[in-house]
């Protein structure tokens, strides 16, 4: 399922089969919240974008529109119209996020809905059912994302609960994965190593979960308050101890620094919501830095974003029309915005394949670290 094509240190060139396509990694998943990229994206737009994995998130398509609604329409990749992989989420990160709203018990979470308020019960065998409805390609196990400032005590037991909860993750998926009215019998399952910034906590889950021997695993509760060198740290000491011959996929992260970082110690997937959001408010990325569209001097600015991008917003539009639309507030300036923020990240995933094809991975990151610290 996953064939290691080359190595430079830790950094892996790797090719994941799913029943939906190839994932050639490292990858950037493109964050697609509800079925769509915020900012006017679709998934015909995501195809002239080099988008290989679009994410979906899957307390959010429960609540609105309804997982069954999406499985009676022949799940998400029918409902979308996006024929390549879709990896959904759990809701794990809900539980997190909703801090306020939430009762966390052994069988699994209740806690209120951000739209209607009403109490939504979620435990590792309904975010099964329902990713199962969803249908995607990968489906998160269900955990809890603990604060990377929690105590040791707290950490130490979320982290127990949440194997526990991946081994009845397991066991439902394989269930639902037989019955017939399953839209994609082939659904992959990944764990979640968890453990905030306590080193061992970490080795030992990476560990305990690496028995299960799972399609893939994922580093999460990282970019949620520690700094970047602790995120490091983690991913140091945590994946050498995830199984070698598995994608690693580190969740929610994040700028093109901690991608290169990342793949230099191994991690094959990655997500973030950054180049979307960052699009939207005009705020754009370049080998050169990130600029902000807001500021005066790109009034009369004719240059595309970036001089060489080969996107469909560069080949057109200057900076000075994108500031002038973002400053209209025109939909269609937050759309050319985010439309070139993700090629950005997407090309970048590629160049960084082809670096590692060619045994020049640790130039490339000097080299892009270097430039991003020039004038844009």
């Not at 995120?231 to 290169?260: F, Q, R, S, W």
Request: aromatic residues 8%.
């Amino acid at each position: 399922m996953f064939k290691i094509l080359k190595k430079e240190g830790n950094a892996k060139r790797g090719e994941f089969s799913t029943v939906h396509g190839r994932i050639q990694t490292p990858v950037f998943m493109n964050v697609g919240t509800v079925a769509a990229i915020k900012g006017a994206v679709s998934s015909l737009d995501l195809k002239e974008i080099k988008c290989q994995v679009e994410l979906c998130n899957t307390y959010h398509l429960h609540v609105r529109p309804g997982d069954e609604v999406i499985h009676d329409l022949g799940g998400l990749h029918s409902f979308m119209n996006w024929d390549r992989p879709i990896l959904t989420d759990s809701g794990g990160f809900q539980v997190f996020s909703l801090a306020s709203l939430r009762k966390i018990k052994e069988e699994g979470v209740t806690f209120n809905s951000h739209i209607d308020g009403r109490k939504i019960f979620m435990g590792p065998e309904e975010s099964m059912r329902i990713q199962s409805n969803l249908g995607s390609t990968i489906a998160m196990a269900f955990d809890e994302c603990p604060s990377s400032r929690a105590d040791r005590r707290y950490v130490y037991d979320s982290v127990q609960r949440t194997t526990r909860w991946l081994e009845r993750c397991k066991t439902e998926l394989e269930r639902l994965n037989s019955l017939e009215r399953t839209v994609n019998k082939d659904q992959l399952l990944f764990g979640i190593n968890q453990g905030a910034v306590f080193e061992d906590i970490r080795i030992e889950h990476a560990k305990r979960i690496s028995e299960l021997d799972l399609p893939g695993y994922a580093i999460g509760g990282l970019a949620v308050g520690e700094t970047h060198e602790e995120m490091y740290a983690i991913l140091d000491c945590t994946v050498p101890n995830l199984p070698a011959d598995k994608p690693v996929y580190l969740m929610g992260v994040g700028t093109p620094e901690n991608i290169l970082e990342g793949v230099e110690r191994g991690v094959d997937f990655f997500d973030c919501v950054y180049p979307s959001r960052n699009g939207r408010h005009g705020h754009l990325y370049t080998k050169h830095g990130k600029i902000n569209l807001f500021n005066a001097k790109y009034e009369r600015d004719d240059r595309p974003v970036e001089e060489g991008c080969d996107c469909p917003t560069c080949r057109n539009f200057s900076r000075a029309y994108l500031r002038h639309l973002l400053k209209a507030k025109e939909m269609l300036g937050m759309r050319l915005c985010v439309l070139h923020n993700l090629y950005f990240y997407n090309n970048m995933m590629e160049e960084i394949r082809l670096a590692l094809d060619e045994g020049r991975f640790a130039s490339y990151k000097a080299q892009m670290l270097d430039m991003a610290k020039e004038d844009a």
